[in-house]
């Protein structure tokens, strides 16, 4: 069977991102066929065969048997990708389990984002996949970079791993009073971030964490600055903050 340019499995069709993914697909012009658990492989695999691109938008706990699901139907030019927010553990997921094109895909936005829509794309297996993935990926309005599996992991380590960890943190070390007359607008935007990080989204962001092979690592250098400023030198730890900021000014004034 010939595989389709215009057809895309998706597995994981029902998750808020597999549903954002197929409603873009579906406008651009591709043909999608969702599935979600409980799965009936005879279908998938039917229609896995027929398919230009599959894609695994599962948690990253569920990688390896997602791919499990569909490497057995997997034409030689069908190309694996998954979305998951971490890079290295299921690319090797992926190119262990199959012999065809693989690529890594990060889009770096919610189910509910509508600009910009930044996807991070990493090479696995068959360089000419990283060129049909960018050509898919502009056709739904994202806008992909390439990355490595590596550096992109690093980034997320503090990017999503990081700020959870600290969030965390943060909350664990409120004082036992009673806060609520002492809020300040600054308190308040932060306490709304973490309701929804720590409220709503810990089992995603924990499961993340516990991916990343970086994520301790970075939790490690945070602590090293954590002791700097509860040492007393304050003053330095602001300074070493302040020279680190060049890279967020570039991203908001759009120069350095």
């Known amino acids: 069977m010939t595989p389709s340019p215009e057809q895309v499995v998706l597995l994981g069709a029902q998750g808020r991102m597999g549903r954002r993914l197929a409603q873009d697909l579906r406008q651009a012009g591709y043909a999608v066929a969702g599935f979600d658990l409980p799965l009936d492989l005879e279908d998938l695999r039917h229609a896995v065969a027929a398919a230009q691109f599959v894609v695994l938008a599962v948690p990253v706990g569920a990688i390896a048997e997602a791919v499990a699901a569909v490497a057995p139907a997997l034409g030689p030019s069908t190309i694996l990708m998954d979305i998951a927010s971490v ?4 690319l090797a997921a992926m190119l262990t389990a199959t012999t065809t094109p693989v690529v890594g895909l990060h889009p770096l936005f919610g189910p509910d984002t509508t ?60 004082p036992d009073i009673d806060l609520a007359p002492y809020l300040t607008p600054s308190f308040r935007r932060r306490m709304d971030a973490a309701a929804k990080l720590v409220g709503e989204d810990a089992a995603l962001f924990t499961a993340l964490v516990e991916a990343n092979p970086f994520s301790l690592e970075a939790a490690r250098r945070f602590r090293s600055y954590l002791n700097v400023a509860a040492g007393g030198d304050l003053d330095l730890a602001a300074r070493k903050a302040e020279t680190m900021l060049w890279w967020w000014r570039a991203t908001t004034t759009g120069g350095p």
């Open 87 to 90: 890079k290295l553990l299921p």
């Open 115 to 174: 600009a910009p829509l930044p996807v991070a794309v990493v090479p696995g297996r068959d360089h000419e996949a990283v060129g049909t993935a960018f050509t898919l990926l502009t056709r739904l309005g994202y806008a992909p970079f390439h990355t490595t599996a590596e550096d992109h992991d690093r980034a997320m380590a503090y990017v999503q791993g990081l700020n959870f960890l600290t969030t965390v943190a943060y909350l664990c070390a409120a």
